[in-house]
Protein backbone atom coordinates (compact mmCIF):
# COMPACT_ATOMS: atom_id res chain seq x y z
CA UNK A 1 0.00 0.00 0.00
CA UNK A 2 3.33 2.23 0.13
CA UNK A 3 2.95 6.02 1.16
CA UNK A 4 -1.44 5.89 0.94
CA UNK A 5 -2.40 5.95 4.50
CA UNK A 6 -6.25 6.47 4.01
CA UNK A 7 -8.29 4.55 1.31
CA UNK A 8 -12.19 4.83 0.57
CA UNK A 9 -14.74 2.16 -0.75
CA UNK A 10 -18.09 3.03 -1.40
CA UNK A 11 -20.28 -0.02 -1.50
CA UNK A 12 -24.14 0.30 -2.68
CA UNK A 13 -25.90 -2.26 -1.30
CA UNK A 14 -28.64 -4.22 -3.39
CA UNK A 15 -32.47 -2.78 -3.32
CA UNK A 16 -34.39 -4.66 -0.50
CA UNK A 17 -37.11 -7.08 -1.30
CA UNK A 18 -39.39 -4.11 0.01
CA UNK A 19 -38.16 -1.07 -1.63
CA UNK A 20 -38.74 -3.17 -4.53
CA UNK A 21 -42.41 -4.06 -3.36
CA UNK A 22 -42.55 0.03 -3.03
CA UNK A 23 -41.27 0.65 -6.51
CA UNK A 24 -38.13 2.55 -5.56
CA UNK A 25 -35.65 3.41 -8.05
CA UNK A 26 -32.16 3.06 -8.47
CA UNK A 27 -30.14 6.24 -8.00
CA UNK A 28 -26.73 5.60 -7.87
CA UNK A 29 -24.39 3.41 -9.57
CA UNK A 30 -21.42 2.19 -9.79
CA UNK A 31 -19.72 3.29 -13.42
CA UNK A 32 -18.53 0.45 -15.06
CA UNK A 33 -15.14 -0.66 -15.18
CA UNK A 34 -14.18 2.07 -12.66
CA UNK A 35 -14.08 3.18 -8.98
CA UNK A 36 -16.17 5.57 -9.54
CA UNK A 37 -19.98 6.23 -8.71
CA UNK A 38 -22.87 8.28 -10.31
CA UNK A 39 -25.40 9.96 -8.70
CA UNK A 40 -28.53 10.51 -10.47
CA UNK A 41 -27.14 11.18 -14.64
CA UNK A 42 -24.81 13.34 -14.26
CA UNK A 43 -22.87 13.87 -10.88
CA UNK A 44 -19.74 11.43 -10.55
CA UNK A 45 -17.29 10.62 -7.26
CA UNK A 46 -14.54 8.67 -8.05
CA UNK A 47 -12.93 6.40 -5.09
CA UNK A 48 -10.00 3.84 -4.73
CA UNK A 49 -12.85 0.98 -5.04
CA UNK A 50 -17.10 0.91 -5.72
CA UNK A 51 -18.78 -2.37 -5.39
CA UNK A 52 -21.91 -2.49 -6.79
CA UNK A 53 -25.15 -4.67 -5.50
CA UNK A 54 -23.83 -7.90 -6.99
CA UNK A 55 -20.34 -7.50 -5.08
CA UNK A 56 -20.08 -10.13 -2.80
CA UNK A 57 -18.97 -10.55 0.80
CA UNK A 58 -15.92 -12.12 0.02
CA UNK A 59 -14.83 -9.37 -3.01
CA UNK A 60 -15.46 -6.22 -0.54
CA UNK A 61 -13.01 -8.19 1.66
CA UNK A 62 -10.30 -9.82 -0.66
CA UNK A 63 -9.90 -5.92 -2.70
CA UNK A 64 -9.79 -3.25 0.65
CA UNK A 65 -9.36 -5.40 3.60
CA UNK A 66 -7.14 -8.49 3.56
CA UNK A 67 -4.10 -6.17 2.90
CA UNK A 68 -4.98 -4.75 6.28
CA UNK A 69 -5.02 -8.44 7.77
CA UNK A 70 -1.88 -9.13 6.20
CA UNK A 71 0.05 -5.88 7.13
CA UNK A 72 -1.20 -6.56 10.81
CA UNK A 73 0.77 -9.46 11.02
CA UNK A 74 3.59 -7.56 9.57
CA UNK A 75 3.56 -4.90 12.71
CA UNK A 76 1.66 -2.36 11.62
CA UNK A 77 -2.05 -1.02 12.87
CA UNK A 78 -4.46 -0.59 10.68
CA UNK A 79 -8.37 0.82 10.81
CA UNK A 80 -11.12 -0.16 9.03
CA UNK A 81 -14.48 1.97 9.81
CA UNK A 82 -18.15 1.74 8.22
CA UNK A 83 -19.59 5.26 7.40
CA UNK A 84 -23.58 5.53 6.10
CA UNK A 85 -26.70 6.00 7.04
CA UNK A 86 -28.96 3.53 9.06
CA UNK A 87 -29.66 0.97 6.72
CA UNK A 88 -27.01 1.18 4.14
CA UNK A 89 -25.65 -1.71 5.00
CA UNK A 90 -22.74 -1.07 7.46
CA UNK A 91 -23.43 -3.96 9.73
CA UNK A 92 -23.96 -6.49 6.98
CA UNK A 93 -20.77 -5.09 5.20
CA UNK A 94 -18.89 -6.06 8.41
CA UNK A 95 -20.66 -8.94 9.25
CA UNK A 96 -21.36 -7.64 12.74
CA UNK A 97 -25.27 -8.71 13.16
CA UNK A 98 -25.44 -12.33 13.45
CA UNK A 99 -21.67 -13.59 13.32
CA UNK A 100 -21.71 -17.22 13.70
CA UNK A 101 -25.17 -17.78 12.55
CA UNK A 102 -24.55 -16.28 8.73
CA UNK A 103 -24.53 -18.81 5.79
CA UNK A 104 -21.06 -18.69 4.42
CA UNK A 105 -21.43 -16.37 1.48
CA UNK A 106 -22.80 -13.39 4.01
CA UNK A 107 -20.29 -13.88 6.35
CA UNK A 108 -18.28 -10.37 6.57
CA UNK A 109 -15.40 -8.98 7.22
CA UNK A 110 -14.91 -9.85 10.95
CA UNK A 111 -15.79 -13.65 10.04
CA UNK A 112 -13.04 -13.13 6.88
CA UNK A 113 -10.54 -10.80 9.13
CA UNK A 114 -10.92 -14.16 12.18
CA UNK A 115 -10.14 -17.23 9.17
CA UNK A 116 -7.30 -15.00 7.99
CA UNK A 117 -5.79 -13.97 10.76
CA UNK A 118 -5.23 -17.68 12.20
CA UNK A 119 -4.25 -18.95 9.06
CA UNK A 120 -1.95 -16.20 8.76
CA UNK A 121 -0.38 -17.01 12.33
CA UNK A 122 -0.12 -20.78 11.82
CA UNK A 123 1.63 -20.32 8.29
CA UNK A 124 4.53 -18.14 10.48
CA UNK A 125 4.48 -21.03 13.14
CA UNK A 126 4.76 -23.53 10.57
CA UNK A 127 7.48 -21.58 9.41
CA UNK A 128 9.67 -21.07 12.43
CA UNK A 129 8.17 -23.60 15.10
CA UNK A 130 8.91 -21.07 18.61
CA UNK A 131 6.88 -17.70 16.82
CA UNK A 132 4.49 -16.90 19.55
CA UNK A 133 1.89 -14.82 18.79
CA UNK A 134 -0.94 -14.05 21.17
CA UNK A 135 -4.27 -12.26 19.83
CA UNK A 136 -6.41 -10.63 22.23
CA UNK A 137 -10.10 -8.61 21.82
CA UNK A 138 -11.66 -5.78 23.34
CA UNK A 139 -15.42 -4.77 22.26
CA UNK A 140 -16.62 -1.40 23.10
CA UNK A 141 -19.48 0.84 22.31
CA UNK A 142 -19.44 4.68 22.59
CA UNK A 143 -22.39 6.18 23.20
CA UNK A 144 -23.38 9.92 23.70
CA UNK A 145 -19.43 10.23 24.66
CA UNK A 146 -19.53 7.47 26.82
CA UNK A 147 -17.71 3.76 26.61
CA UNK A 148 -19.23 0.86 27.36
CA UNK A 149 -17.66 -2.39 27.70
CA UNK A 150 -19.45 -5.38 25.33
CA UNK A 151 -17.32 -8.23 26.97
CA UNK A 152 -17.88 -7.01 30.89
CA UNK A 153 -21.42 -8.39 31.44
CA UNK A 154 -21.21 -7.10 35.17
CA UNK A 155 -19.00 -3.62 34.97
CA UNK A 156 -20.70 -2.89 31.73
CA UNK A 157 -21.63 0.66 33.60
CA UNK A 158 -18.19 1.03 35.30
CA UNK A 159 -16.31 3.77 33.49
CA UNK A 160 -13.62 3.51 30.98
CA UNK A 161 -10.95 6.00 30.08
CA UNK A 162 -8.85 6.45 27.05
CA UNK A 163 -5.16 6.61 28.18
CA UNK A 164 -2.05 7.03 25.78
CA UNK A 165 0.89 4.64 27.36
CA UNK A 166 4.47 5.51 27.21
CA UNK A 167 5.04 4.30 23.65
CA UNK A 168 2.66 6.40 22.53
CA UNK A 169 0.43 3.43 22.23
CA UNK A 170 -3.96 4.36 23.19
CA UNK A 171 -5.34 2.00 25.58
CA UNK A 172 -9.16 1.91 26.92
CA UNK A 173 -8.28 1.51 30.81
CA UNK A 174 -10.83 -0.86 32.41
CA UNK A 175 -11.72 -2.37 29.13
CA UNK A 176 -11.69 -5.97 29.40
CA UNK A 177 -9.19 -7.90 26.77
CA UNK A 178 -10.10 -11.54 25.91
CA UNK A 179 -7.28 -13.89 25.09
CA UNK A 180 -8.38 -15.49 22.01
CA UNK A 181 -6.74 -18.66 20.31
CA UNK A 182 -9.24 -19.43 17.21
CA UNK A 183 -11.15 -17.47 14.70
CA UNK A 184 -14.28 -19.58 16.21
CA UNK A 185 -13.08 -18.48 19.73
CA UNK A 186 -13.04 -15.11 18.41
CA UNK A 187 -16.27 -15.00 16.77
CA UNK A 188 -18.11 -16.60 20.13
CA UNK A 189 -16.44 -13.61 22.32
CA UNK A 190 -17.96 -11.15 19.66
CA UNK A 191 -21.53 -12.79 19.47
CA UNK A 192 -21.64 -12.70 23.52
CA UNK A 193 -20.58 -8.67 22.92
CA UNK A 194 -23.66 -8.46 20.88
CA UNK A 195 -26.01 -9.49 22.86
CA UNK A 196 -24.74 -7.24 25.56
CA UNK A 197 -25.05 -3.95 23.09
CA UNK A 198 -28.24 -5.35 22.70
CA UNK A 199 -29.87 -5.61 26.11
CA UNK A 200 -31.46 -2.68 27.58
CA UNK A 201 -34.50 -0.42 27.06
CA UNK A 202 -33.35 0.68 23.95
CA UNK A 203 -34.06 -1.59 20.68
CA UNK A 204 -31.50 -2.50 18.70
CA UNK A 205 -31.51 -0.56 15.60
CA UNK A 206 -32.70 2.38 17.65
CA UNK A 207 -28.83 2.41 19.84
CA UNK A 208 -27.48 1.25 16.87
CA UNK A 209 -27.92 3.91 14.80
CA UNK A 210 -26.71 6.04 17.54
CA UNK A 211 -23.98 4.18 18.79
CA UNK A 212 -20.01 3.48 17.94
CA UNK A 213 -19.40 -0.23 17.86
CA UNK A 214 -15.63 -0.70 18.21
CA UNK A 215 -13.90 -4.10 17.95
CA UNK A 216 -10.13 -4.23 18.65
CA UNK A 217 -7.80 -7.02 17.93
CA UNK A 218 -4.19 -6.74 19.55
CA UNK A 219 -1.61 -8.72 18.72
CA UNK A 220 1.87 -9.06 20.12
CA UNK A 221 4.56 -11.70 18.76
CA UNK A 222 7.59 -12.69 20.06
CA UNK A 223 10.33 -13.60 17.58
CA UNK A 224 12.63 -15.68 19.23
CA UNK A 225 15.83 -15.36 16.47
CA UNK A 226 15.97 -11.40 17.70
CA UNK A 227 13.85 -11.74 20.89
CA UNK A 228 12.33 -9.12 19.73
CA UNK A 229 8.21 -8.41 20.29
CA UNK A 230 6.39 -6.62 17.98
CA UNK A 231 2.83 -5.60 18.52
CA UNK A 232 -0.16 -3.97 16.23
CA UNK A 233 -3.60 -3.92 16.45
CA UNK A 234 -6.78 -3.58 13.83
CA UNK A 235 -10.22 -1.93 14.87
CA UNK A 236 -13.14 -2.56 13.24
CA UNK A 237 -15.52 -0.12 13.56
CA UNK A 238 -19.77 0.31 13.05
CA UNK A 239 -20.37 4.33 13.00
CA UNK A 240 -23.09 5.66 14.48
CA UNK A 241 -25.89 6.51 11.46
CA UNK A 242 -24.67 9.40 9.57
CA UNK A 243 -28.14 10.53 9.26
CA UNK A 244 -27.64 11.28 13.16
CA UNK A 245 -25.20 14.33 12.20
CA UNK A 246 -26.06 17.72 11.31
CA UNK A 247 -29.50 16.58 11.58
CA UNK A 248 -31.98 19.85 12.77
CA UNK A 249 -35.55 19.03 14.21
CA UNK A 250 -34.62 16.55 16.77
CA UNK A 251 -35.48 17.29 20.51
CA UNK A 252 -34.72 16.22 23.57
CA UNK A 253 -32.61 12.62 23.90
CA UNK A 254 -32.27 12.66 20.02
CA UNK A 255 -30.91 16.06 19.87
CA UNK A 256 -28.69 15.40 22.59
CA UNK A 257 -27.97 12.37 20.48
CA UNK A 258 -27.25 13.88 17.32
CA UNK A 259 -25.22 16.72 19.50
CA UNK A 260 -22.34 13.71 19.94
CA UNK A 261 -22.86 11.93 17.11
CA UNK A 262 -22.31 15.10 15.04
CA UNK A 263 -19.00 16.00 17.12
CA UNK A 264 -17.63 12.22 16.73
CA UNK A 265 -18.33 11.88 12.95
CA UNK A 266 -17.07 15.90 12.33
CA UNK A 267 -13.80 14.59 14.12
CA UNK A 268 -13.43 12.05 12.38
CA UNK A 269 -14.04 13.23 9.35
CA UNK A 270 -11.53 16.43 10.23
CA UNK A 271 -8.65 13.66 11.35
CA UNK A 272 -9.23 11.94 7.68
CA UNK A 273 -9.11 15.00 5.71
CA UNK A 274 -6.11 16.21 7.98
CA UNK A 275 -4.14 12.88 7.65
CA UNK A 276 -5.23 12.92 3.30
CA UNK A 277 -3.65 16.03 3.72
CA UNK A 278 0.18 16.24 3.49
CA UNK A 279 0.33 19.79 4.34
CA UNK A 280 -1.40 19.66 7.33
CA UNK A 281 -0.05 16.58 9.38
CA UNK A 282 0.98 18.71 11.93
CA UNK A 283 -2.73 19.57 12.40
CA UNK A 284 -4.28 16.11 12.95
CA UNK A 285 -7.05 17.16 15.48
CA UNK A 286 -7.37 13.84 17.08
CA UNK A 287 -8.53 15.47 20.61
CA UNK A 288 -11.82 16.79 19.76
CA UNK A 289 -13.57 13.41 20.21
CA UNK A 290 -13.82 10.10 22.21
CA UNK A 291 -13.87 8.08 18.83
CA UNK A 292 -10.51 9.84 17.28
CA UNK A 293 -8.87 9.46 20.37
CA UNK A 294 -9.78 5.97 20.86
CA UNK A 295 -8.58 5.03 17.31
CA UNK A 296 -5.97 7.32 17.76
CA UNK A 297 -2.48 5.25 16.96
CA UNK A 298 -4.01 3.45 14.12
CA UNK A 299 -4.81 6.58 12.13
CA UNK A 300 -2.36 8.36 10.48
CA UNK A 301 1.58 7.42 10.83
CA UNK A 302 2.40 4.21 9.85
CA UNK A 303 -1.32 2.86 10.60
CA UNK A 304 -3.65 1.98 7.02
CA UNK A 305 -7.24 3.01 7.34
CA UNK A 306 -9.82 2.21 5.41
CA UNK A 307 -13.19 4.04 5.19
CA UNK A 308 -16.07 1.79 3.73
CA UNK A 309 -18.58 4.12 2.79
CA UNK A 310 -22.32 2.60 2.30
CA UNK A 311 -25.10 3.67 0.61
CA UNK A 312 -28.85 2.53 0.01
CA UNK A 313 -29.65 2.52 -3.76
CA UNK A 314 -32.89 4.14 -3.28
CA UNK A 315 -33.89 7.81 -4.77
CA UNK A 316 -35.44 7.58 -1.28
CA UNK A 317 -32.22 8.18 0.33
CA UNK A 318 -30.51 10.36 -2.31
CA UNK A 319 -29.83 13.37 0.04
CA UNK A 320 -28.57 11.06 2.55
CA UNK A 321 -26.63 9.46 0.21
CA UNK A 322 -25.47 12.60 -1.53
CA UNK A 323 -23.95 13.61 1.64
CA UNK A 324 -22.13 10.13 2.30
CA UNK A 325 -20.95 10.28 -1.03
CA UNK A 326 -18.98 14.37 -0.39
CA UNK A 327 -17.95 12.96 3.38
CA UNK A 328 -16.00 9.95 1.48
CA UNK A 329 -14.80 12.06 -1.33
CA UNK A 330 -13.17 14.66 1.18
CA UNK A 331 -11.37 11.87 2.81
CA UNK A 332 -9.51 11.19 0.10
P1 LIG B 1 -26.79 -0.47 8.79
O1 LIG B 1 -25.93 -1.29 9.69
O2 LIG B 1 -26.00 0.49 7.95
O3 LIG B 1 -27.91 0.21 9.52
P2 LIG B 1 -27.64 -3.03 7.77
O4 LIG B 1 -26.31 -3.65 7.61
O5 LIG B 1 -28.42 -3.41 8.95
O6 LIG B 1 -27.49 -1.43 7.72
O7 LIG B 1 -28.43 -3.28 6.42
C1 LIG B 1 -29.80 -2.93 6.26
C2 LIG B 1 -30.52 -4.07 5.54
O8 LIG B 1 -29.99 -4.25 4.24
C3 LIG B 1 -30.38 -5.40 6.24
O9 LIG B 1 -31.59 -6.08 6.10
C4 LIG B 1 -29.29 -6.10 5.45
O10 LIG B 1 -29.40 -7.49 5.51
C5 LIG B 1 -29.51 -5.58 4.05
N1 LIG B 1 -28.26 -5.49 3.28
C6 LIG B 1 -27.29 -4.58 3.47
N2 LIG B 1 -26.29 -4.74 2.57
C7 LIG B 1 -26.64 -5.77 1.80
C8 LIG B 1 -26.02 -6.45 0.69
N3 LIG B 1 -24.84 -6.04 0.21
N4 LIG B 1 -26.68 -7.48 0.14
C9 LIG B 1 -27.88 -7.88 0.62
N5 LIG B 1 -28.50 -7.29 1.65
C10 LIG B 1 -27.91 -6.26 2.24
MG1 LIG C 1 -26.05 -1.39 11.77
Same mark, same amino acid.
Given at each position: ?????????????????????????????????????????????????? =????????? +????? #????? @? %?? /? $???????????????????????????????????????????? =????????? +????? #????? @? %?? /? $????????????????????????????????????????????????????????????????????????????????????????????????????????????????????????????????????????????????????????????????????????????????????????????????
Amino acid at each position: MGEVCVRVAVRIRPLLPKEVLHSHQVCVRVVPDSAQVMLGSDRTFPFDHA =FGPSASQGQ +VYESC #VKPLV @V %SL /V $EGYNATVFAYGQTGSGKTYTLGGGHIASLPEEQSGIICQVAADL =FLLLGERKA +VDIRA #VAEVR @V %SY /V $ELYREELRDLLELHTAHKELHIREDERGNTVVVGAREAVISSAEELLGVLEAGNALRHTGPTQMNERSSRSHAIITLQLTQHHHDDGSIRSSKLHLVDLAGSERAARTGNTGTRLKDSVHINTGLLALGNVIRALSDPHRRNHVPYRDAKITRLLRDSLGGSAHTLMLACVSPSHHSVMETLSVLQFASRAR
